[in-house]
């Protein structure tokens, strides 16, 4: 991963997808980066604020949480107590030409929010 090596590990990767391991622990914070579309699988439970321009939202998940990551630019901060496990399945084929640039997107969607 060009951004952010300390807490990205690239885990399996074909032409069509690339799977990332991603850790850190509470206090850490990453550069501003990018994810394409990807589905998100959590492996321990995290707090964690995601900043894209002026829009903030703090997320917090349980382990075992699978959810849709829609392409959005942004950082984070692990703002809560524990370190931060996930698996990201980014898919290497372009967003839908209509998917919307929204910053209200940032963060994982639940099956129910699709």
Same mark, same amino acid.
């Given at each position: $991963? /060009? ?9 399996? %990767?074909? %032409?069509?997808?690339?799977? #990332? $391991? ?6 850490? !914070? ?9 589905? $998100? ?8 604020? #995601? ?8 997320? !917090? ?31 290497? %084929?372009?967003? /839908? ?7 209200? /997107? ?5 099956? /129910?929010?699709?």
């Amino acid at each position: $991963m /060009a951004t952010n090596p300390d807490h990205y590990q690239v885990v399996f %990767e074909n %032409e069509r997808v690339r799977v #990332l $391991m991603y850790t850190d622990r509470p206090g850490d !914070e990453t550069t501003p980066h990018a994810h394409p579309d990807s589905v $998100m699988y959590t492996l321990s439970a995290f707090r964690r604020r #995601l900043v894209a321009g002026e829009v903030q939202r703090d997320v !917090e998940l349980a382990a075992g949480v699978v959810g849709w990551l829609p392409a959005q630019r942004h950082y984070g901060v692990n703002i809560g107590e524990t370190p931060t496990q996930v698996l990201f399945v980014e898919l290497k %084929e372009p967003a /839908a030409p209509d998917a919307p640039d929204d910053p209200r /997107a940032l963060g994982p969607r639940s099956s /129910a929010e699709q």
